[in-house]
T-cell receptor, first 119, second 114 residues
Framework: DGGITQSPKYLFRKEGQNVTLSCEQNLNHDAMYWYRQDPGQGLRLIYYSQIVNDFQKGDIAEGYSVSREKKESFPLTVTSAQKNPTAFYLC??????????????????FGPGTRLTVL | AQSVTQLDSHVSVSEGTPVLLRCNYSSSYSPSLFWYVQHPNKGLQLLLKYTSAATLVKGINGFEAEFKKSETSFHLTKPSAHMSDAAEYFCVVRESYNTDKLIFGTGTRLQVFP
């Protein structure tokens, strides 16, 4: 059964603590993404990776870090430098877009999300 | 720069009546547009996508959307709402033709009353 899994479903963090959110996919997708979702807002991109051992900052990367050591896995660490980490975090993956005009339109597939709460 | 604007933050309909969720886009190239649905505390699921092959796009669960270049719109419709359609809907545009990066609208919450 192919898909994207995220764990844990709920996560609680104390002030000053780093936490790591897991994201795994068995879709053989090249690209993976992390988004943050806050109430009343759309999704905002934190980090993305188009290939193993490479990743780029998104729009709100400060206070977060990622790694991409395996194609299947893209964990997100929320560090103590992130001042307002309480949010719903979504991981996604997609087949890497072809770099050409009129390239394939590849949708992103989303995991079920992790809700992080700071105590 | 590409962007999408969802014109309504909340829409309420009665079961069995039509649904209209409005989305306008801004794009400097022929855009790739998507509608996603999110049920409470769940991930997002793709409803449909526009790829310039046809202006009327049919998706899952009876939804469809029409791309209107003259109006820069990509509104989502369904002829008859079902209780299970109650969810948050996101209009999304691809950032550019050579990337999978997406730009999300702020969402429209659809309520369906019996």
């Amino acid at each position: 059964d192919g898909g994207i899994t995220q764990s844990p479903k709920y996560l609680f963090r104390k002030e000053g603590q780093n936490v790591t959110l897991s994201c795994e996919q068995n879709l053989n997708h090249d690209a993976m993404y992390w988004y943050r979702q806050d109430p009343g807002q759309g999704l905002r991109l934190i980090y993305y990776s188009q290939i193993v051992n490479d990743f780029q900052k998104g729009d709100i990367a400060e206070g977060y870090s990622v790694s991409r050591e395996k194609k299947e896995s893209f964990p997100l660490t929320v560090t103590s430098a992130q001042k307002n980490p309480t949010a719903f975090y979504l991981c996604a993956s997609s087949i890497k877009a072809r770099i050409a005009a009129g390239g394939a339109v590849n949708e992103q597939f989303f995991g079920p999300g992790t809700r992080l709460t700071v105590l | 720069a590409q962007s999408v604007t969802q014109l309504d933050s909340h829409v309420s309909v009665s079961e069995g009546t039509p649904v209209l969720l409005r989305c306008n886009y801004s794009s400097s190239y022929s855009p790739s547009l998507f509608w996603y649905v999110q049920h409470p505390n769940k991930g997002l699921q793709l409803l449909l996508k526009y790829t310039s092959a046809a202006t009327l796009v049919k998706g899952i669960n009876g939804f469809e959307a029409e791309f209107k270049k003259s109006e820069t719109s990509f509104h989502l419709t369904k002829p008859s709402a079902h209780m299970s359609d109650a969810a948050e809907y996101f209009c999304v545009v691809r950032e550019s033709y050579n990337t999978d990066k997406l730009i999300f609208g702020t969402g429209t919450r659809l309520q369906v009353f019996p």
